[in-house]
């Protein structure tokens, strides 16, 4: 089953079972991805979906910090739970031992040892990476490692 036939599944059961947070959440996914093939004039593949899906959870976690400084804690939480509902749909995500090994790794392979290869150092793992963790991370931890 594609990852759009499961979102749209997935609307169907919050629907019927009243899940108004799961339901505006898809839906939200859902308007993205139809946006994005109509613009296009494209189907999209389970690849693009997740870079939307991936878009959409930058953009909330993004949204906290905006709630954080506005001291708004109702909105923190709704937003931590639409999180939630987005990471269902995107691959595990990585933990910051494994970005670090995936990093290292990366400096080896390709001999990078200052900050000044930090673009050509993200051009490399991004790809390794695209889905499973968000590019402020990446690049946080990278930082650190080039010290």
Do not use: C, W
Not at 105 to 121: A, F, P, Q, R, Y
């Amino acid at each position: 089953m594609s990852l759009k036939d499961k979102l749209m599944e997935d609307l169907k059961s919050a629907m019927r079972n009243k899940d108004k947070l799961r339901k505006d959440t898809i839906t939200m996914v859902r308007a993205a991805i139809k946006q994005k093939e109509v613009d296009d004039r494209v189907e999209l593949n389970d690849q693009d979906v997740i870079d939307i899906l991936t878009k959409q959870l930058k953009e909330k976690k993004h949204s906290i910090e905006e709630f954080k400084k506005g001291d708004r804690q109702d909105l923190i939480e709704q937003t931590n739970k639409e999180i939630d509902v987005l990471l269902d749909y995107l691959p595990k995500q990585l933990g910051e031992d494994e970005l670090r090994q995936i990093i290292q790794e990366t400096m080896n392979e390709n001999n990078i040892n200052s900050v000044k290869d930090m673009g050509t150092l993200m051009k490399n793992i991004m790809p390794k990476v695209k889905g499973r963790a968000d590019g402020n991370t990446v690049s946080k931890i990278a930082k650190e490692l080039l010290k």
